[in-house]
């Protein structure tokens, strides 16, 4: 079981701080009576009686890229149960200590202009504050507008929708992330 209340506390020392998205980002997760069609690089594997995740086989070497370069940290709109189930398939208990924090559903903010009555968004004003994390050292990555369209363009990397299937996802994501800690050290000077 991830104790998620074990990060709560943590402060994050001085680095650029990279937080992803985990569906859409790094895995899918559906409806068992929806059908996927993934290419091969794809594994899936039944969360519960209901939900299916795909995820790429490369997952956790993107992880321990990121981990090697930056504070790494996880922010999703799903259930903590959902996140939970879904990080045990695709990292390691050691990816998942040296994470400097998981964020689930309930550290969200309900969307008044959401689709939905689950539609959420996510505030990196909330990370900045709880991990003593200046705002300008943080990127958060999302595949989904909606989520992070309140944050400053200087401080997200949105991802195309459905790019986790294309070969390259990952490399790509950290080629933006370097583009925009650059950018950022240009236009502090």
Not at 35 to 54: A, H, R, T
Not at 97 to 121: A, C, H, Q, V, Y
Not at 155 to 175: A, C, P, R, W, Y
């Amino acid at each position: 079981m991830i104790n998620f209340y074990s990060f709560l506390k943590k402060k994050i020392k001085m680095s650029s701080l990279i937080i992803l998205d985990i569906n859409g980002i790094l895995a899918y997760k559906y409806l068992s009576s929806e059908e996927k069609k993934l290419p091969e690089i794809f594994q899936e594997v039944s969360l519960n009686k209901i939900q299916n995740m795909s995820y790429r086989s490369d997952c956790s070497s993107f992880i321990d890229s990121l981990l090697k370069k930056y504070k790494v940290g996880l922010y999703s709109s799903t259930t903590k149960y959902n996140v939970e189930n879904m990080l045990k398939i695709i990292l390691s208990p050691q990816q998942i200590k040296k994470l400097s924090f998981i964020l689930t559903r309930e550290f969200t903010i309900i969307d008044p202009e959401g689709d939905n009555k689950w539609s959420t968004f996510k505030s990196i004003e909330y990370v900045s504050i709880h991990y003593g994390v200046p705002i300008d050292q943080i990127i958060i990555i999302d595949d989904d507008e909606s989520k992070i369209r309140r944050i400053s363009d200087n401080n997200k990397i949105l991802v195309e929708k459905d790019s986790l299937k294309i070969s390259g996802h990952f490399k790509t994501i950290l080629e933006n992330i370097e583009i925009k800690l650059n950018e950022t050290k240009l236009s502090k000077k």
